[in-house]
């Protein structure tokens, strides 16, 4: 069975940082793309950054301008994970974050995990 675990999330405080982690499992992970997501409280899932990583390169994508320059994707392939560092969060950074994993970062995502909860206070 494909199973992706986040883990990672907790609170903190405005200008910290937290490191999520996407453990996969079931599928060979060099040929997905693993993305992360987030769902604030009454807004839609926002798509954050993604990675495919395999022997030969690495591909990245960022979704969203919010992050960039504090938020950084990478990939753990001996160990079939992918982390999100995320550095100086901001209250607006609170939501329940999500990975998943698909064909591409730019095709439908598959399979996703139970999500992890961020939450950043003032």
């Known amino acids: 069975d494909v199973q992706l675990q986040a883990s990672g999330g907790g609170l903190v405080q405005a200008g910290g940082s937290l490191r999520l982690s996407c453990a996969a499992s079931?599928?060979?992970?060099?040929?997905?793309?693993i993305g992360w997501f987030r769902q604030a409280p009454g807004k839609e899932r926002e798509a954050v950054s993604c990675?495919?990583?395999?022997?030969?390169?690495?591909?990245?994508?960022s979704y969203t301008n919010s992050v960039k320059g504090r938020f950084t994707i990478s990939s753990d392939n001996a160990n079939n994970t992918v982390f999100l560092q995320m550095n100086k969060l901001r209250p607006e950074d609170t939501a329940i974050y999500y990975c998943?994993?698909?064909?591409?970062?730019?095709?439908?995502?598959?399979?996703w995990g139970q999500g992890t909860q961020v939450t950043v206070s003032s």
């Open positions: 079931g599928f060979t992970f060099a040929d997905y793309a």
């Open positions: 998943a994993a698909g064909s591409s970062c730019t095709d439908r995502f598959l399979y």
């Open positions: 990675i495919r990583s395999s022997a030969f390169n690495t591909y990245y994508k």
